[in-house]
């Protein structure tokens, strides 16, 4: 054996960086990916190795992962985990690896050594490798012209100026995060105007036809149609908050507590409130509230009001909950939760406290059942036939982000706990409203 | 001869480091010999291509550090007349810069927390 195999050989038993895109009702299987050592996901493609496209993506967005597959530095190679994208078809990397399987670890292993070794071969890009417009001044040269070293560089203009927060007129760049960014779900644009890293003139567009998004297993999806039992219900949006939670910590880049909450996720039993509690407090004592969370965005309690927001609503003092309105949770002493605090503190520490008091209330609720029937109580607020809270605090994020910078607009986003998957559930026609 | 030994170790050593880093550099670099393609070469912000060139002037705000530095600075000139004292002063000078110190570290946590330390 070669010293070249020999290393390649050591680099390949090493985790496999991998950027995911979690497309349709893959959310979670996705998250679990993270609790397996061999594997290690990145937040950019430039780090990865492996494109991991799981479930189905918006037809619309196929450029985009063309352009997001082309981005991954060589030897590079592409998995998709129960998805026969479109994308596959475009022709470059038609020697994509399909996994059908519930863990595609052991795949992307293989696919990893393999490129490494070279037992297969780097895939090629799929997009033409021509600039769109070539960069050239208005001088004989190609020098000159407007910009700052003159000319239009690859057709694209400088950015326009305006006034930003310390009253001088400098650059504000328009960006666009997403379809594919990662900590946001998959389809969700978010296009901003960044004023230094402060962000204006904030604006959200979801997918406008999303493909089939297999919700129906959602305990909540059920509660619309009929009763459900409510240990179900209430251990589902434990887990669900718990979720939620290993995503927000791992976006504060914080991944081992992030993968200790994701565990969690899957240990708790009805009963288990006090194990929730103790790793909220722990977290209390970890400095992370204080510290790294945003002290900004901090939203009034009417501006809530009416919305059915969920814990983000409860957290600014809004006492709202379709369960307060069942007779099964009346009968169990069913109490909410309530802040008054409207910022992602509040956000976070709402969330753990529900998760915590649903583990309590699932183990006093015996084979109590739900009575209510064309609304529930989601983890993210309250959802009905044709309507979601995702879809509602998609209304709300340009007024919550404006102003905000840029790292707390995001923390602020994933607080928001928006689930596509969710909304396209409820939805008649499979359409998700776009938002302004 | 043996006067130039030493510099000829370091160079040895030099050279060494220096082939090394070559070394690591060529065997990381699985793309070698190629350009980057359009699509690496363009910023990556989700998918989208971007609007504008990424070159762009915003306002460095370095004031409040800067503030902040000199201010710690200037304290720090406070242990070079304490420095010529410690040896007669003993351990009660130890325990007085070590409460100086503490002092001024809790003004930089004060200062973190304020995001004093922020740039842009």
């Known amino acids: 054996m070669g010293l070249k195999s020999r290393i390649a050989g050591f680099a390949a038993a090493g985790p496999v960086p991998v950027f995911v895109v979690a497309g349709a009702g893959m959310r979670a299987m996705v998250q679990d990916v993270q609790l397996d050592p061999h594997v290690r996901i990145v937040d950019t493609p430039r780090a990865a190795a492996l494109l991991l496209i799981a479930g189905s993506t918006n037809h619309a ?163 619309l149609s009929g009763p459900v039992a409510i240990a179900e219900l209430e251990l589902a949006r434990a887990c669900d908050h718990l979720r939620w939670l290993s995503d927000a910590l791992m976006a504060q880049g914080l991944p081992a507590l992030g993968r200790r909450a994701l565990r969690l996720a899957h240990e708790v039993r009805p009963g288990d409130g006090d194990r929730v509690r103790a790793f909220g407090a722990r977290l209390s004592r970890s400095g ?37 309105e069942d007779e099964g949770y009346r009968a169990l002493g069913f109490e909410i939760v309530v802040m008054r605090r409207g910022d992602p503190v509040g956000w976070w520490q709402v969330r753990i406290e529900e998760a915590a008091r649903s583990l309590d209330l699932a183990a006093r609720a015996a084979g109590r059942k ?37 790292g707390d607009a995001l923390t602020t986003l994933i607080g928001l706990d928006l689930d596509l998957d969710e909304a396209a559930s409820v939805m008649d026609s499979g359409e998700l409203r776009a938002t302004a | 001869m043996i006067a130039l030994g030493p510099l000829a170790v370091a160079f040895a050593v030099f050279v060494a480091a220096i082939a090394a880093v070559l070394i690591l550099w060529w065997g990381a670099n699985p793309g070698r010999g190629r350009a980057p393609a359009v699509s690496e070469r363009t910023p990556w912000t989700g998918g989208r291509e971007p609007q504008v060139h990424a070159w762009n002037r ?13 201010a710690f600075d200037m304290e720090m000139v406070f242990m070079y007349p304490w420095a010529v004292v410690f040896r007669s002063e003993g351990l009660i000078a130890m325990v007085e810069m070590g409460m100086f110190i503490t002092i001024l570290l809790l003004g930089v946590l004060y200062a973190w927390r304020e995001r004093a330390l922020e740039w842009v």
């Open chain 1, 370 to 406: 739900t009575t209510l029937v064309g609304r529930v109580e989601s983890p993210r607020g309250r959802l009905e036939p044709g309507d979601s809270p995702t879809n509602r605090a998609l209304a709300l994020v340009p007024e919550l982000l404006s102003g905000l910078e840029w």
């Open chain 1, 288 to 324: 992370l509230y204080r510290w790294s969370l945003p002290r900004a965005g901090l939203v009034e309690a009417g501006r809530f009001s009416g919305l059915g927001l969920g814990p983000i609503a409860r957290a600014a003092g809004v006492a709202e909950d379709v369960r307060l």
């Open chain 2, 58 to 70: 915003y306002h460095a705000r370095y004031y409040p550090m800067a503030l902040v530095f000199l």
């Open chain 1, 61 to 223: 967005d196929v450029q985009a992962l063309a352009r997001l597959h082309d981005i991954l530095p060589h030897p590079r190679a592409t998995v998709t985990w129960r998805t026969h994208d479109p994308f596959v078809a475009l022709g470059g990397a038609g020697a994509a690896t399909a996994v059908e399987e519930d863990d595609p670890v052991p795949t992307l292993r293989a696919v990893f050594r393999d490129i490494l070794t070279g037992g297969r071969a780097s895939e090629p890009a799929i997009l033409p490798d021509v600039d769109a417009v070539e960069w050239r001044g208005i001088g004989p040269y190609g020098q000159g012209g407007s910009g700052m070293t003159g000319g239009t560089p690859y057709g694209r203009p400088m950015a326009e100026l305006g006034p930003d927060r310390d009253g001088l007129r400098l650059d504000i760049l328009p960006v666009s995060l997403g379809p594919f960014f990662p900590r946001l779900p998959s389809g969700l644009v978010l296009t901003a105007k960044l004023s230094g890293d402060v962000m204006t003139e904030v604006a959200v567009t979801t997918p406008g036809v999303l493909p089939s998004r297999p919700g129906s297993a959602s305990p909540f999806i059920r509660a």
